[in-house]
């Protein structure tokens, strides 16, 4: 998930500082001392989309990109984005996404082009593959860019504008640099490049002209990944473990290829083998999502995340279930549940009255103009 979908207003000097005498006070009426200012309390993020709302939306969507050769994908992102964006709400007001259908299509085309040489050249010849991947990766980092100020800018809240301020430079190093590095370190360096990726994405990004930044370290990312390497492994080595002790086991017997102990140690090595993978799924995304945001500032505001792996594990099973028996006529049902659980999970955390913080970042861009997209405006991401 994106940050939410960003300069200190200085204002006038107070006349008394100019004041050359310093004025009398009082003693006999001593004035009372201010009142503190109370600390807000924290505002729980909501969603108010439903799967019955969503379905509909889905299912014209579904028919109008089969109809029009997935031409009509660009309008259907748009919908479905304007749809979870401005039924996410935050202190009561809702999120709004304006992007152009025109600006998605035309990434699209750019990314079907890059993506479609470079597939077409691996199948003629791994040579002239790898020659084209040179310069397919080295425009990458440059169009991931576009994208993120693209979808950025188009994202508000309160009427106020997200933005985004990565460089080129950032984004070579964060996309290419280190995924570069990891391929020679032979996946070492996943975790480190992953928060490479979300220091770069959070830490550049703004609201009206106010930074959001990223505390996150690699050694927590080195753990979160470590532990769900540990729980993917879990089942291949119970695989192992059962079918080597039901084989001793029915060897003494000297009926291996008859003894049902055999062929239950094999469905239970099975079973854990799958649910092992299945569950290193959302353990991974619950982790990740926590620190990631639990990590995220918004000037000295910050947020708290609190996704439960047993909880998301059960969405995830369940979903998957339900969709394969409806045929998939369960599947925007399925995402609504699992966006609703993801961002009621969230907690944003002021510290001072969100109406005078958005206020003042308001007078801000007013005082400043908004900032204006370059002239190619496009949005990747699929």
Same mark, same amino acid.
């Given at each position: ?13 107070? !006349? ?18 201010? +009142?503190?200012?109370?600390?807000? &309390? ?7 989309? !439903? ?10 969507? /579904? ?26 709400? /935050? ?28 597939? /077409? ?10 020659? +084209? ?8 980092? #440059?169009?991931?860019?576009? !994208? ?68 996150? %370290? ?74 990631? #945001? ?12 609190? +996704? ?12 998957? +279930?339900?969709?394969?028996? %409806? ?48 002239? /190619?405006?496009?949005?990747? &991401?699929?």
């Amino acid at each position: 998930m994106a940050p939410f979908p960003i300069a200190m207003a200085t204002g006038s000097v107070d !006349s008394a500082h100019r004041e050359a005498r310093p004025r009398a006070v009082n003693t006999d009426h001593p004035l009372p001392d201010p +009142v503190a200012e109370p600390v807000p &309390a924290p505002e729980r993020l909501r969603f108010s989309g !439903s799967g019955t709302e969503y379905f509909r939306i889905w299912i014209v969507n /579904l028919a109008l990109v089969i109809v029009t050769l997935g031409i009509y994908s660009a309008w259907a992102k748009v919908r479905r984005l304007q749809y979870f964006y401005r039924n996410t709400q /935050l202190a009561s007001s809702g999120f709004d996404y304006h992007g152009k259908p025109t600006a998605i299509l035309k990434g699209r085309i750019i990314a079907f082009v890059l993506v479609g040489g470079a597939n /077409l050249a691996f199948n003629y010849s791994p040579v002239i593959g790898f020659l +084209v991947f040179i310069p397919l990766g080295a425009v990458l980092p #440059w169009l991931l860019v576009r !994208s993120f100020k693209f979808r950025m800018q188009n994202t508000s809240w309160r009427g106020l504008r997200f933005g985004f301020r990565g460089t080129v430079a950032g984004s070579y190093k964060a996309f290419l640099l280190w995924p570069l590095l990891s391929v020679l370190t032979l996946g070492v360096l996943i975790p480190a490049t992953y928060r490479e990726f979300k220091a770069y994405q959070h830490g550049n990004s703004t609201f009206g002209h106010a930074p959001f930044s990223f505390a996150g %370290t690699a050694k927590e990312f080195y753990k979160i990944f470590g532990k769900t390497f540990l729980f993917f492994l879990l089942g291949p080595v119970l695989v192992i473990a059962l079918f080597l002790a039901a084989v001793g086991v029915a060897g003494t017997r000297g009926s291996f290829r008859l003894d049902p102990l055999v062929a239950v140690a094999l469905g239970l090595a099975i079973f854990a083998f799958y649910a092992s993978v299945i569950a290193s799924g959302p353990y991974l995304a619950s982790q990740l999502q926590n620190h990631v #945001w639990n990590s995220t500032r918004l000037e000295r505001h910050r947020f708290e995340s609190q +996704v439960r792996f047993r909880t998301l594990l059960w969405i995830v099973v369940s979903n998957f +279930v339900l969709t394969v028996l %409806t045929v998939g006529l369960y599947r925007p049902f399925a995402v609504v549940r699992a966006a609703r659980y993801r961002i009621e999970s969230m907690t944003f955390i002021p510290s001072e009255p969100l109406d005078r913080f958005v206020g003042q970042r308001a007078r801000e861009v007013d005082a400043v103009g908004e900032e204006l997209g370059e002239f /190619l405006d496009i949005d990747i &991401a699929l």
